[in-house]
């Protein structure tokens, strides 16, 4: 049986992670109120940012700006966007 939360970034009632995306008190908040959906979202969105800005995750500052860009997004605050992306339709 799926469980359900409500999602922090798109305000409504989905089906959640499995399991905490990582360890710690972190990864059981975002288990808690981060959709399936929206870290699927995030994930390709994180993939963009390192790839475009040359993130290097063994850098603790890169890793810190990722966390940063991800509470803005679930937070549906201001992101960094990858230049030049145009999403689909």
């Given at each position: 049986m799926t469980r359900t939360v409500h999602c922090r970034k798109y305000r409504k009632d989905l089906p959640g992670l499995p399991?905490?995306?990582?360890?710690g008190a972190k990864g059981q908040e975002i288990y808690e109120t981060v959709s399936q959906q929206a870290?699927?979202?995030w994930?390709?969105?994180q993939t963009m940012l390192i790839n475009e800005k040359h993130?290097?995750?063994a850098d603790p500052e890169?890793?810190?700006?990722?966390q940063e860009e991800?509470?803005?997004f679930f937070d549906n605050e201001n992101?960094?966007?990858a230049e030049g992306y145009v999403p689909e339709e």
């Open positions: 399991v905490p995306p990582y360890p870290w699927t979202d994930l390709k969105q993130l290097n995750m890169h890793r810190k700006y990722l991800m509470e803005k992101f960094d966007r």
